[in-house]
Antibody, heavy 125, light 112 residues
Framework: EVQLVESGGGLVKPGGSLRLSCAASGFTFSSYSMNWVRQAPGKGLEWVSSISSSSSYIYYADSVKGRFTISRDNAKNSLYLQMNSLRAEDTAVYYC??????????????????WGQGTLVTVSS | QSVLTQPPSVSGAPGQRVTISCTGSSSNIGAGYDVHWYQQLPGTAPKLLIYGNSNRPSGVPDRFSGSKSGTSASLAITGLQAEDEADYYCQSYDSSLSGSMVFGGGTKLTVL
């Protein structure tokens, strides 16, 4: 059974930092690209970042580019999100999600087939 | 404001059929990029419902179906059940936003 378990959320002041972790099990972690997707309270979903299976390709949403860093450790079956210079608008539940990639119109696209339960990040003074 | 537009809410009685639209533009759905759908039950994480416009993952009832035409996509739910009450999100790729995966704003389905 595929399991994704996030941790590391909490309350942080504006300008502060936080590191999220996602522990994966039930599948060959090193074979899949992984993502972070967030959901502000009462709002919709927002894709945050993606990392390929070998960490060769990394992408970020414009809203977090330059402040967040995604990484993974395939030996530990773990995904990470280092969040710096946090802002109030970063307050959200952060989900770890596995993706299924496919080639379409000369682009590698993906959808999210498994999600973790999420971890809440609150940025407030 | 989301690049993909969904109605904020839809409703239907048990047993009825409802549809949820996802309207995009020539930089996303209209460009030919696939649409995927997710169901988010209250207080839980999203779950993949439809991928590649019309494909159901294993375990998803055939009451759920997806379609795409032009710059829009639709999710149809037939034989509505109380447990279908949830938020539904569409997702696609948009080439105008530095190349990014985008979600619709979500639709709250209420089973009357």
């Amino acid at each position: 059974e595929v399991q994704l378990v996030e941790s590391g959320g909490g309350l942080v002041k504006p300008g502060g930092s936080l590191r999220l972790s996602c522990a994966a099990s039930g599948f060959t972690f090193s074979s899949y690209s992984m993502n972070w997707v967030r959901q502000a309270p009462g709002k919709g979903l927002e894709w945050v970042s993606s990392i390929s299976s070998s960490s060769s390709y990394i992408y970020y949403a414009d809203s977090v580019k330059g402040r967040f860093t995604i990484s993974r450790d395939n030996a530990k079956n773990s995904l990470y999100l280092q969040m710096n210079s946090l802002r109030a608008e970063d307050t959200a539940v952060y989900y770890c999600a596995r993706d299924r990639s496919y080639l379409q119109i000369q682009l590698w696209l993906f959808y999210f087939d498994y999600w973790g339960q999420g971890t809440l990040v609150t940025v407030s003074s | 404001q989301s690049v993909l537009t969904q109605p904020p809410s839809v409703s239907g009685a048990p047993g009825q059929r409802v549809t949820i639209s996802c309207t995009g533009s020539s930089s996303n759905i209209g460009a030919g990029y696939d649409v995927h759908w997710y169901q988010q039950l209250p207080g839980t994480a999203p779950k993949l419902l439809i991928y590649g416009n019309s494909n159901r993952p294993s375990g998803v009832p055939d009451r759920f179906s997806g379609s795409k035409s032009g710059t829009s996509a639709s999710l149809a739910i037939t034989g509505l059940q109380a447990e279908d009450e949830a938020d539904y999100y569409c997702q696609s790729y948009d080439s105008s936003l530095s190349g990014s995966m985008v979600f619709g704003g979500g639709t709250k389905l209420t089973v009357l």
